[in-house]
């Protein structure tokens, strides 16, 4: 069998590539030009923009709108569009896991409580919230905060505290959102 050529391969994936690009596109239209443009921009030029394809727009004007245009050429959603975002929120359930091989839940409970929000949560936390979690439960916490806890609940659960902590068989910390920064305790309470 003869081995594949490297220009054709190449051709292929560029092909399917571009494809791909090209399926949507968004439309930019120049509203309002204050002075002159130096690129020549006028008042309702309009550009069929990609990820990939400029359509002849001006770089710096490219530069300044590509974050949010590549999140919607991919398929996401920029907050402050007046279109109202989705929230999917689905309601939290949690799981009895006592009784099922795992001594330390068997034993313990494992509790966060938000202790401050220096903007907003958008996942609708509120300063003096209470609620359980475990390995397996996420309580009604955000991924984005969850995952910020797992590994904490396996350190006190194993009755252990990590060493910067200032309380036994708790710690602080604050969820990956830096900007909304949402501070919050985690602590071990026996059942």
């Known amino acids: 069998m003869e081995p594949e050529n490297p220009v054709n391969a190449v051709s292929e994936y560029a092909d399917r590539v571009i494809k791909a690009e090209n399926r949507y596109y968004q439309e930019v ?3 309002r030009v204050r002075g002159s443009c130096p690129y020549g921009h006028r008042e309702g ?6 990820a990939m394809n400029g359509d002849g727009i001006c770089g710096s004007l490219l530069q300044g709108i590509f ?19 989705v929230l999917l929120k ?33 996942w609708g936390h509120k300063i003096g919230d209470v609620f359980e979690v475990d390995p397996f439960n996420m309580g009604g916490a955000c991924c984005f905060l969850y995952t910020q806890l797992y590994p904490y609940i396996h350190v006190l659960l194993s009755g252990t505290t990590p060493g910067w902590a200032t309380e036994a068989h708790a710690m602080s910390g604050e969820c990956p959102d830096t900007y909304d920064r949402l501070s919050y305790r985690l602590f071990l309470e026996k059942r």
């Open 45 to 50: 030029d309009t550009f069929r923009v990609t």
């Open 67 to 85: 974050s949010p245009l590549a999140a919607l050429h991919y398929g996401g959603n920029i907050l402050w569009q007046k279109k109202e975002p």
């Open 90 to 122: 689905t309601p939290a359930l949690f799981k009895k896991m006592t009784g099922k091989g795992y001594p330390a839940l068997d034993s313990y409970r494992v509790f966060v409580e938000v202790r401050d929000i220096a903007v907003a949560c958008l």
């Open 29 to 31: 239209t120049i509203r």
